[in-house]
Structures are given as C-alpha cells and as structure tokens.
C-alpha cells in the first residue's frame, strides 16, 4: 500500500504533529529511536527540524552518516513506538530484538519501519549550533511514502475505516492521543 | 479554569504537536497568527521552536519585543484558529475585528487567547541564523496556564466529557484533525 508522496506535499506528512520514529544507518549500524518533536520548517524545498538528544545513539548515526528518515507510526503499532523510545541501540540491535522488518529507502538507503504510515528520507542540513544548544537537527525531505489507505491525494484522509492507521501525538508515559475526528473549519466573516 | 503549569510540565502542553496560536504586542500594536508548525526542543528549562514566516506581521512584533506567547486553540474555536491563520494583521487589528477577548499574561503582559486550553509566554532566545535560513524562533517558556478542565495534574486529560477542548492538529485547508482518543502502550518485551 505504500505510494510515493509528491515532495511538494512532504510536510504535510508531519504538519498535525504526530510522534515520529527516527531510523538512522551508518556502516554496517542501525537504529531507530522514536521523537515527539519533530516539525516542518519549510513546504518548498521540503526541510523539517527534528529534536535528537546528545545521549541518543541515533545522534551518531546521523553525524556519521548524514541522513535521517523519519517514519510515522500508528495505532496498530503504539507499543512498538513507545518501546523503541524507552530503550537504546547503543548496546543492541533494537530492530532484531523487537522483530522490527525494516524495508530500504528507495533514495537514500535508510532502514524504514514497516507498519508506519508515511517514511520520509532526508539529508542532514548541518547546523552545528542548533544541534549543539537546542539539539535541533535540521534535514532536507529527498523522498517520501505513505500509505494509500491512510494518505492519499496529498491529504490524510482519518475515518473509522482505518483506526489502526491513525496517527500518535504523544501525551507522556506512553499515553497516545489518537486524531480520531476531523473538523473542517470556515474563515469568520468578522465586524467590518 | 485557567491554573498556573509548573515550569517543569510546560512542554508537555504542546509535546503532542497541538496548532498553536502565536500572540504578540510591541508598542500598542497587537496580533494573533495560527502556526502548525511548533515543537519543545528541550523540558529544563522549557524552551521551545516555532516558525514565524517573513512575510508575517506577528514576526516584525517579536523581532521588537523579544516575546511571543503560544495559545492552544481546541474544538470549540476550530473556525477561530483557522481566520487568524488565514488573514494578516498588517492592516486590520484582528482582535477587533473577530471580537477575540484577550487577557494579559502574567509573566510578560501579552495579550492571551481567550477560549484558548494552554497558554505559554515565552522570551525569544535571538538566533538570527535559524531565524533567516529557517524561519524557525527559539523561546524559553517563562510561564505556563492550561485548562484545569482538561489539563491537569502536568498532563492532558482528554476524554468524551471534554470533548469541545480537545486541541486542533492541522491537516491542511482548515481540516484539522481532532485527539479524541488516547491509549496506553506498554514496553515490549522482545527476545532474548
């Protein structure tokens, strides 16, 4: 079910919010850590900014190697996504204790998680500073998938039909909310 | 209902990735923006980011001031946060013009959101670079309120019987979708 997303409709991939999952790859190593914040910077060219604790071997991954994908996780996988954010790669391959099949990035070669909804591979935009005081990693989209079911048309299309593949915006304590509704708003018309 | 957030709990206000509604005075002048695009980037002390395009009056304010307030909009005023997204404060005085109430923050006297579930005031930490290249403002969160009716004790309590103060998660064209379930997700064991 997975299609490739127009990179003029990246962002839109994260622009409600949702808790991401961060794989990295470098020479023979991998991880993937999961990160509530995470945001778009810019819709054109597709750039994201992504929070990555110094402690985090995910961290070294990324200097390493110059890339991140950010994978979206959803309902059908919450303690997957709260498990892979609670322990670290430093010491073990997190993708072979939890049984997690990654799949290759098509442009960058990046282990995505199977069982997300939307995968984004980006390049590293290095910016030593913002990483050093606020761990702020900023990063170029080069490619991005979603699924049909969930993401289609360059919109999330949420309805009962596809709980499983709504998205996790993380509470604390591995509570999720859960975007089960969705509202169309209307510009006011205002006093003149 | 509105209650003072301990400084310690204030990021968890938007770890969930809620729209934001950017606030901001200098001299006499005042506005009100919608910003999907927002993130903590560290819990102690709370700091946060968030993208405030150049062409935006509300920047111009901030770049004057030094301050910026982040209000959570929810259900209630869905049709609210997408007008101030979609109209300039350059030429008209929103407030009046959408009869948005506001009251004055405690910390920092900015004009606060009405209706609103959250409010944060924050001090910009000048970054011109990230500014320039990335439209992306750094803050330091120096208070905190939430909606006891739906915040409480350091984290967020949505459930059916709060319904219209669940927080906004834009999809695009003023759809926003809407947190109105939550799950708890547990560590995975993995194998051994």
Same mark, same amino acid.
């Given at each position: 079910? /997975? ?5 003029? !409709? ?5 622009? !409600?919010?949702?808790?991401? =999952?961060?794989?990295?790859? !470098? ?6 850590? &999961? ?6 910077? %810019? ?13 985090? $071997?995910?961290? %070294?991954?990324? @200097?390493?190697?110059?890339?991140? &994908? ?5 309902? &059908?996988?919450?303690? =997957? ?15 072979? /204790?939890?049984?997690?099949?990654? $799949? ?5 070669? @990046?282990? @995505? ?10 390049? /590293? ?12 990693? $900023? ?25 499983? @593949? !709504? ?26």
């Amino acid at each position: 079910m /997975r299609q490739p997303v127009a990179l003029a !409709h990246a962002c839109r991939l994260i622009n !409600h919010g949702p808790t991401v =999952l961060v794989s990295s790859e !470098h020479d023979g190593q991998r991880n993937v850590m &999961a990160a509530a914040w995470s945001m778009p910077v %810019e819709f054109t060219p597709p750039r994201v900014a992504v929070v990555i604790d110094k402690s985090t $071997f995910t961290r %070294e991954l990324v @200097l390493a190697s110059g890339r991140f &994908a950010l994978n979206i996780p959803c309902r &059908a996988i919450a303690d =997957l996504a709260y498990t892979v954010g609670s322990t670290s790669g430093r010491d073990e391959d997190k993708f072979a /204790r939890y049984g997690i099949a990654p $799949f290759a990035g098509a442009a960058l070669a @990046l282990p @995505l998680i199977e069982g997300c909804v939307a995968w984004l591979e980006c390049r /590293r935009i290095a910016e030593p500073h913002s990483e050093q005081a606020y761990d702020t990693f $900023f990063g170029e989209v080069v490619a991005a998938e979603a699924d049909a079911r969930v993401f289609a048309g360059g919109r999330w299309a949420f309805d009962d039909g596809n709980a499983d @593949l !709504h998205t996790l915006h993380h509470l604390g304590g591995g509570n999720f909310g859960v975007v089960d509704a969705t509202i169309q708003s209307h510009v006011m018309k205002g006093r003149s």
